[in-house]
């Protein structure tokens, strides 16, 4: 995962008026994610209005089919920050972000772990769109 590329200053630190983004798309790739777990385990993408509960439905999802839910807490982190990174009165700190990524980088080892055939791991780079 390459977020933190994109606002990234000459020097390595994060640019200001990227920080709430970048944080902020971690968190949409985890909800994505999330839900591409639940389609490959029941068929179902999540329907919560809620996304915490989709945390709840993908780790009972993960139980009823013998799969490890470890990775479901990093999930669980991201979704508990959204409404921070999103409409937080408090500027989303670096370490906010870079803790972000962290769990979104955790959360795609679980799912690569645990469904190896669900992301598709390699891409055309010469491809026109």
């Keep these: 995962m390459r977020l933190m590329k994109l606002g ?13 983004g970048i944080a902020l798309l971690a968190v949409h790739a985890g909800i994505a994610l999330a839900d591409a777990v639940l389609i490959e385990l029941t068929g179902k993408r999540s329907t919560a209005v809620n996304h ?7 780790k009972k999802a993960c139980g009823r089919r013998a799969k490890n839910s470890d ?9 508990n920050k959204k409404d921070y990174f999103a409409y937080g009165e408090r500027r989303v700190r670096p370490e906010d972000v870079a803790a972000a990524q962290v769990q979104l980088e955790r959360m795609v080892s679980w ?5 190896p055939d669900l992301l598709e791991t390699s ?3 010469n491809a026109t769109t």
């Design 111 to 115: 799912v690569n772990l645990t469904f």
């Design 8 to 20: 990234l200053g000459a020097n390595g630190q994060i640019v200001a008026p990227f920080e709430m």
């Design 123 to 125: 891409y055309d780079t």
């Design 52 to 58: 915490e509960q989709a945390g709840s439905t993908l």
């Design 71 to 79: 990775g479901v807490r990093h999930f669980e982190w991201l979704v």
